[in-house]
């Protein structure tokens, strides 16, 4: 078995690397052998451990953000696009559907998990939803 050194954790951009002699790919935790890097998977997501809440005290919503950054920064999520509302109302002025869309969307690289992260507006609680596999349900 060949010893392999992590020599980068985290999200990095492609990068030179050993005088030239190497790369990095970014994305990912990195190792380094003869001149070629490979991503490996050395961390695992807490997706199981995480649970749906209700953002209902800032001091949470605070605890959520900081973690979801945290596993974007570890690349272990992603930060994708908003594409579906999470709740379609009507208009009682004007007869039109109005979307409502969630702050965020975080995928998950390790497990599939789509999660959805609406911020608070208090007194409107904010909240989080778990999608496994990434299959969307709107609310
Ligand atoms: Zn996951």
Known sequence: ?????????GTAAPQAINGGTGTLLGGGNQIY???????VRTI???????????IDSYS???EVKVF??????????????VEMPYYVGCSTIKIEKIPWYATKWYKCNDCGCLW??????FPA???VRKFVNGEYRPQ
């Open 1 to 9: 078995m060949e010893l392999w050194t992590v020599i980068y954790e």
């Open 33 to 39: 052998s003869g001149g070629e890097c490979i991503m």
């Open 44 to 54: 695992k997501c807490e997706c199981e451990e995480r649970m749906e809440v209700k």
């Open 60 to 62: 949470l919503f605070q």
């Open 68 to 81: 979801f950054e945290r596993e974007v920064a570890k690349g272990i999520y992603q930060d994708v696009l």
């Open 116 to 121: 959805e992260f609406n911020y608070p507006e």
């Open 125 to 127: 609680q904010g909240f």
